[in-house]
């Protein structure tokens, strides 16, 4: 069965930092470009960033960039989501996704772990 599961959430103050991480079950992520999205109670779903199968290519929202940084992990089960200079409007449940196109979009991802919350205040 494939399976994303995202890990890290919690709670942390204003100009903080958090690492997220999605790793994968029943198959790799090698092969797949890999999307970190995030939703805000009463919001539609954003996309935050997204890697290129590669990992040589990225792109970011403009309301994280300079803030976010995706990477592939060594192994290739993993995806992390390094986030810095934390803002209390980052507060949202993110999810990782895999799917076949370089895209924030979310309807261009297949597979989608079931989220971590992540909540930024003092």
């Known amino acids: 069965q494939l399976q994303l599961v995202e890990s890290g959430g919690a709670l942390v103050q204003p100009g903080g930092s958090l690492r997220l991480s999605c790793a994968a079950s029943?198959?790799?992520?090698?092969?797949?470009?890999m999307g970190w999205f995030r939703q805000a109670p009463g919001k539609e779903r954003e996309g935050v960033s997204c890697i290129s199968s590669s990992g040589n290519s990225t792109n970011y929202a403009n309301s994280v960039a300079g803030r976010f940084t995706i990477s592939r992990g060594n192994a290739k089960n993993t995806v992390y989501l390094q986030m810095t200079s934390l803002k209390p409007e980052d507060t949202a449940v993110y999810y990782c996704a895999a799917g076949r196109f370089f895209s924030l979009a979310s309807r261009e991802y297949r597979y989608w772990g079931q989220g971590t919350q992540v909540t930024v205040s003092s």
């Open positions: 029943g198959f790799t992520l090698d092969t797949y470009f």
